[in-house]
Structure formats: structure tokens, C-alpha cells
């Protein structure tokens, strides 16, 4: 099953907007999924969207909020009063409630907060925005179903059912003990098994996997992707359970990781989009593009130390972009496997190991590639045979040193703590760029002499 | 909570071994988690690991056996039985299972199934077989809860206790008609509040998004995160349920699916890992050096068109590198943000908007480079002040026409039905090189005159 946004529905909405019609709006949207909805209001221009965001219901709008894009959500929210927006809040789980409230402006997330209907809720979600947003403590929800370990099966179902009132999907149910110091789970399996006398105490398991309140996120995505969990507590540091994250949340965490790392493979430093504004996008791209017309200028500065060869090697030059294709590739290779190596965590194995299959790989990729090239010059491009072995050697070696750097840099980046994906893309062409040339001009020195 | 492998345990567990101490080695691994212990045995060699495969329970190494590393997981199921292959697979679950199956050589496959002690299991691991592994077939799974529409809450909360023996964990409760057609699912919050006296039909949700037995796994992905599930059912075409997908086996699709757009990018075209053979390594790399090599013939065609320049222009050969870099590192930074745009979704606006936004991009980034370009040339290089106009003029234009082909080849190959993602990474810089270079000389021509 699949939903399509249809020109058809657009135009309509739009011809009942102009209309005010707005019972013919509620109507059209009723049966529609909220995720569905933001994906229209993304296709809609900020007007409409607020129309129809305020036709809605504030039970369906605050799910439609979470969704919508960054710019259209903060200019609906820049439309609505404080009080308007502690009621889209009082629909949300506490972490959504949390990560709406830590956008808006200091005087109005004050304001928010003070109209908030719910008490408790005001409470979890001021709790909530004590924490960084990438560790553990950001993620979470207070949305929870705990049990106390002297419990017996009866009771838990009962307070089962008064907690899942404000839980829309149990996940696991926690055992506490009376100093809510998180002690195990309950399965319910065994709950749903078990005769309604039995004590928690004898039937709760006590291993569970928890992270602490300051774990970094992307640390829970590890434990929670290993461990396959799809909820996970989170403990303060007395071991008191204080929340739980969900895996919808992580999933947005491996996300933008996986996104990140490309991002810096293809040299774009911040997280953009395709549809940002031209100064963010210039902004994330320009760094990367300095830093290549750097190097550029040192491969300028290289090629110039080599200039007597012009008069009777002239055609030496003409290779020089191909050198540094091969060294730029070669180098991206080798570093985006260790990259990803290293987050996957499958990387084993001495470094010297390494070392010696980096230089096997590239001796043969050199070998075949090197025979292409051989052959290429010589009889496509018509190059003398002696400018073939020159180029060939170079080839060979300019690959084994790409190789080791691409695979050595990220190793060390990583060693010193830096993030290795910082030297996939630009920064490995650059270098290798450089060094390419200088490998391949240094050997044609050496058998041409000039 | 963190598990790290300490050396000493593995020094211990290596002394086990050798004295073949296996009450030692159980006592040791009995309270570790089954991804620990894989974790561990990746770390031993293929005897070792063995040795303490066959040790442990088979209700443990079943869970062991899906975590190991590929190579691994063969080596051991090559020393097992058909037997005790399908003793591991008895305490899997179906999706679990067949999977492992579907590794197994055609003959093994059939002995190894008839081993299979749960006839209903068999079945159901049978019927997993038949579905393409890319496909909602071959990622869902047989175990669900499900209830028929006719039942009352008190009968389905009984039938519900004797089907969650045999499934780990319950997702979602499904509610079906008597010829087993999906009707809706119903809310376990619902049945822990409502009176055992209702009927089924009366409370169950019947919106429930579900997807096609035969739909695309990125298509189950998108949907799954699209509206946040952690399960979904599958059904066939007369609309039966038949299996359920959960989120573990998505985030699994998802991070293959950034994985592989990563690797393209970098020049990668199959799935590899720093630790497969160089053979494996070689053969995912060449295709693409290969691509960059006769890219590379092309530039040395184009250069020596401007051969005539050497003498009385011999300094614009200096700046081809660095023309070429920018051309290359401009097109990826295009190319990488239309592919994610396109695998996230989040493109909109027409192809019109798109031209002038990238033309407008490359204006502001030109206008900055070339300044710099400039001041560099004449300070830095000491290059004559003509020589830095052409060049400025010709990068100007070199980054227009780079991310104008990184914006366009992407959309195009999307349009066709081709992977994007194929269009960033060697193919993108390649093409841009040749394009850059022929700009550069075209336009120094123009100027200089040569």
C-alpha cells in the first residue's frame, strides 16, 4: 500500500482554502494518516499550510508538527501563541514535546511551559530539556510502564493498565525497586502466562541492558542494534530508571550518522539538504572547495619544479590529470573502507597486517591497470614506448602510496580521536593529488632525466 | 553498560581450549549475551571458535550463529551435520532460519529440512524460501499474534497466551476474518483496559498500514519509518495475512541501503569489508579505476589539442590539476546532495528552480574562489595578471558546468531508473575533469590566442 500525493488533492485543498471551506477541508484530511498530512503541508506554501494546520485538530496537528519540515514548522510555530502551542504540546510524548519546546525562543519556551495543561507532563518534558540532544538523556521519553519488584502479578496488571493510559506503545515493562532503582524486566509473555498471585520478585528477569542518562547517542545505537532491542532504559547515575529510548528515535540516529559520513566523502561539512537556502548550502560546500584550491595551488607550485622537462618531455604534462584521477580515486577507495570499518566495527587485525594487504591490492590493481595504461598510450595515443614505462612505474607507485595513505589517515584520525570520515573526499584527493604528482614527475626525472 | 573483549579473556578462554576445560569455557560464557560471545568467537580463530560453538547449548548458538561474521558462520556450518544444523535452526525464528538455509548448498538444504523437528516450523521456513531475500517476503517472518474478529476479549486473550509461547516477542496483535484476510490490528492497550466481555470486532483499529508480500525491501523501509512501525504485516495478494516484518530486520535494509549509496560514492561497487580477500577487494575497486583510466586517456587527448600553448603558455599546464580538482570536487558536492535528496525523499520544487539555484550557488562559490585564485596566482605563484584572469574566468565556469552535471546526471539516471547513486564518486569526477580541462584551455585560448 502506498500513498501518492496527487496534483488532483493538491489543487483541490488549494481551492478550498481560497474558499475558506473549511469543513470540506477537515473532511478531505479526517481519514489521512498525520504523516501523510505534513507530507502535503511540505507541498503547500506556508500560508495554506497554516490554514489548513489550524482548520485540523490539535490531537491530529501535534503529530503533524513532529513531521513537517524545519522552515515550514518554524513558521507555523512563529504563528501561533504561546498558549496555542502548549496545546499541540499536551498531545505529544515528552521527548517530541522536549524537542519542540528546545526550538522556540528563550521567553516563549518559558511562556509554552507556564500553559502547559498537564502538570506531570509539564514536569517530565522541563526534565527532559536539561540534557544535550546527542546523548542518551536527549533521547529519551518519560512514557514508561514500571512495576515494583514486591508486586505480585494482579497488582502489576492493574497499575499496568492506569500507566499504558498514557503510554501509546508498551514497549517493555520495567521492574523498579522502591528507591525506583531499575532492577530488571518483566516479559509479557510470562505476565500474560503466569497465575495472577505470582510476585514479580520471582518472575522478573533480571539481566537488562540500560545506558546511562549521559551515553553518547550514537553509543545506544550501537548497544541498541546489537543487543536487536527495540526499547532500552536509561538510568541516572544513582541507577534510578529516569526514561526509556525508543527505536524510531535511534533510527533517526544511524541515519543522519550514515548521512554525515557521506556527506564528508562527497566534501559538504554541515548537514544540508537540496532545497536549503543558497548561503547555508554555500556555507557547508566552500570549505571543502578552499581547501582543494589550496592544494591546488601546491600541485602548481610541484608541476613548476619539473618545468624544464617542457621542452623535450612536453607530453608528460598531458598526463599529469590522469596521475591524479587515479591517485584521488585510489585514495577514496581505501579510506572510505576503513571508514566504514571503523563504524561498523568490523575492522581486526595488526596494522602491519594491513599494511601488507594494502600494498598486495594495490601491486595488483597497479599490474592491471598499469597494462591498460601501457597499451593506451601506445597505440591509442600514439606516446612513445619509454613515456609508457615511465608512466606505468609512476602509475604502480602512485597507487601503493594512495592506498596507504587513504587507509592510513582515517586510522590515525581515529587513534587521536578525530572523526576518520573528516578524511575521506576532499582532504584525501588534495593530498594524494599532490602527492601523485610529485611521485610521477620524481620517477620521469629519474629515467628521463632532464 | 559497555562490553569490551578484554585480552585476558581471550587468553583464558584459548587456555580452556587447549586443555579442552569445557565446564570452564560454559561457566565462563553461561551469563554472556549471544551477541557478546559472537562478538568473541569473531575474534578466535576458526578452530577455536568452533571448539566453543559445540561446547554451548544449542538454544545459545542458534542466536550465535546469526551474529557471526560471514566466513565464520560457513566454516561452522561446514563442520556440522545436517542434524545439528537443523537443531540450530529448530530454535531460530522462521526469518532467522531460512536465511541461514538459503546459504546452505542445494543438497544440504533438502537433508537439513527434513531434520527439522517442529513440523509447523518446517512449513513456515519452507514458505520463506520461496521469496526473492530483497523482497517484504524475504524479510518478514511467521511469528505473530493474531485473532479472529469473532472472538470476544476473554477468548482472545487465551488464544493469545498459547500463540506467544511461540513467539519472542509481541509486536502487534492482527485481527483476521475467517478466511485469515487482514481486517485491522487491535491496540494491546485497548484489551488490557477494555472488559473480557467485548467483542473484537467492536474494538479493533481497522486502519493498518500493511505491505504486499512481493513489495521492495526499501519500499517496507520507507513506510516503516515513514509512520514509525516496529512491525508491519505482509500479505498476500487475495490480501491473507502471511507474515510480519519487524524493525530490526529494517534498520538492517537501512544501513545496507546508506552503506552502498557510501560505497558508490567512494568508488566501491559491491558490498566489501576492509577484512574480505584482496581478491573480493580488487574486484569491487578495479571497475571503477578502470573507468577513472580511460577518463584519464580523454584529458590526455584534450591536453595535447593544446599542445600549441606549451611554448609561449607553458604555465597553464601548471593549473590543469587543480582546474580539474575543483571541476571534480564541485560535481560530488552536487551529485551527493540530489542523491540523498532523492533516497530521503525531501526533493521538491521543479527542474527550473533547481538550474537557477545551482547557477546561482556556483556564482556566489566562484565569485569567493576565484578571488582567492587570484590573489594566489599573483602573489603566491607570481604568475603574470592575464594568466590569473583566464583562470579565474575559466574556474568560474568550470564550477558552474561541474555542479550543473552533478545536479542533472543524477536526476536523470533517477528519471531512467537507474541507482543515483552510481552518478556520484569516480563517474562524476571523471566526466568533470574532461569537461574542466576543455573549459580551461578553450577559454585561455579565447584570451591568449594561441
Redesign the interface.
Known amino acids: 500500500?502506498q500513498f501518492e500525493i496527487s496534483k488532483d488533492l493538491i489543487l483541490e485543498l488549494q481551492q478550498h482554502i481560497v474558499h475558506k471551506r473549511d469543513q470540506d477541508l477537515e473532511r478531505l484530511l479526517h481519514?489521512m494518516?498525520h504523516?501523510d498530512i505534513a507530507e502535503i503541508l511540505?507541498?503547500l506554501d506556508f500560508n495554506e499550510a497554516t490554514y489548513i494546520f489550524k482548520v485540523l485538530d490539535s490531537d491530529k496537528t501535534a503529530e503533524i508538527l513532529l513531521e513537517l519540515?524545519d522552515d515550514l514548522r518554524e513558521n507555523i510555530l512563529s504563528r501561533l501563541s504561546a498558549k496555542e502551542i502548549a496545546e499541540e504540546l499536551d498531545e505529544l510524548d515528552t521527548n517530541d514535546a522536549a524537542d519542540i519546546i528546545a526550538e522556540l525562543s528563550n521567553n516563549l519556551k518559558a511562556e509554552v511551559i507556564s500553559e502547559l495543561d498537564d502538570l506531570e507532563h509539564a514536569k517530565d518534558i522541563i526534565d527532559l530539556l536539561r540534557y544535550d540532544e546527542d546523548t542518551a538523556g536527549g533521547l529519551m521519553g518519560k512514557e514508561l510502564v514500571k512495576v515494583n519488584e514486591n508486586w505480585n502479578v494482579l497488582t502489576c496488571?492493574k497499575e499496568?493498565?492506569a500507566q499504558?493510559?498514557n503510554?501509546?506503545?508498551?514497549h517493555s515493562i520495567y521492574v523498579v525497586d522502591d528507591q525506583n532503582r531499575l532492577k530488571g524486566r518483566l516479559s509479557?509473555?510470562d505476565l500474560?502466562?503466569t497465575s495472577t498471585k505470582t510476585q514479580i520478585a520471582d518472575i522478573y528477569i533480571k539481566?537488562v541492558?540500560?545506558?546511562?542518562v549521559d551515553a553518547e547517542d550514537v553509543e545506544v545505537a550501537r548497544?541498541m542494534?546489537?543487543?536487536?532491542l527495540?526499547a532500552i532504559p536509561v538510568v541516572d547515575a544513582m541507577g534510578r530508571l529516569v526514561g526509556r529510548i525508543t527505536?524510531?528515535d535511534i533510527?533517526d540516529v544511524?541515519?543522519e550518522e550514515?548521512?554525515k559520513?557521506?556527506?564528508l566523502?562527497?566534501?559538504?561539512s554541515q548537514d544540508?539538504?537540496?532545497?536549503d537556502s543558497?548561503i547555508e548550502?554555500?556555507k557547508a560546500?566552500?570549505p571543502?572547495?578552499?581547501l582543494?584550491?589550496?592544494?591546488?595551488?601546491i600541485?602548481?607550485?610541484v608541476?613548476?619544479l619539473f618545468?624544464g622537462a617542457?621542452v623535450e618531455h612536453?607530453?608528460l604534462?598531458?598526463?599529469?590529470?590522469?596521475?591524479?584521477?587515479?591517485a584521488?580515486?585510489?585514495g577514496?577507495?581505501s579510506?572510505?573502507?576503513?571508514v566504514?570499518?571503523l563504524a561498523?566495527n568490523?575492522?581486526?587485525?595488526s596494522l602491519f597486517n594491513?599494511l601488507i594487504?594494502e600494498i598486495?591490492?594495490s601491486l595488483?590493481?597497479g599490474a592491471?591497470?598499469s597494462s591498460?595504461?601501457f597499451l593506451?598510450?601506445y597505440f591509442?595515443?600514439g606516446e612513445p614506448a619509454v613515456l609508457g614505462v615511465v608512466i606505468c612505474i609512476a602509475l604502480v607507485a602512485v597507487i601503493i602510496i594512495a592506498s596507504l595513505i587513504g587507509t592510513f589517515i582515517p586510522l590515525l584520525l581515529h587513534k587521536v580521536g578525530v572523526d576518520p570520515a573528516l578524511a575521506?573526499?576532499?582532504f584525501i584527493?588534495?593530498s594524494n593529488?599532490i602527492c601523485g604528482?610529485l611521485i610521477y614527475f620524481s620517477i620521469a626525472r629519474m629515467i628521463l632525466g632532464f
Open positions: 500500500m481519514d494518516h504523516a511540505d507541498e519540515e496488571v499496568m493498565r499504558a493510559e503510554v501509546s506503545r508498551v509479557l509473555k500474560l502466562t539481566k541492558t540500560f545506558v546511562n548497544i542494534q546489537k543487543y536487536d527495540e527505536i524510531d533510527i544511524i541515519r550514515a548521512d559520513d557521506y556527506q566523502a562527497a566534501g559538504i544540508v539538504e537540496a532545497d543558497i548550502l554555500s560546500r566552500l571543502w572547495l578552499v582543494a584550491l589550496l592544494g591546488g595551488f600541485t602548481v607550485r608541476l613548476g618545468e617542457m612536453g607530453n604534462f598531458f598526463f599529469t590529470p590522469l596521475i591524479a584521477a587515479m584521488g580515486n585510489v577514496v577507495q579510506s572510505a573502507i576503513i566504514q570499518g561498523n568490523t575492522l581486526s587485525g594491513r594487504k598486495s591490492l595488483l590493481n592491471i591497470l591498460i595504461l593506451g598510450s591509442l595515443l575521506t573526499g576532499p584527493t588534495t593529488d604528482i
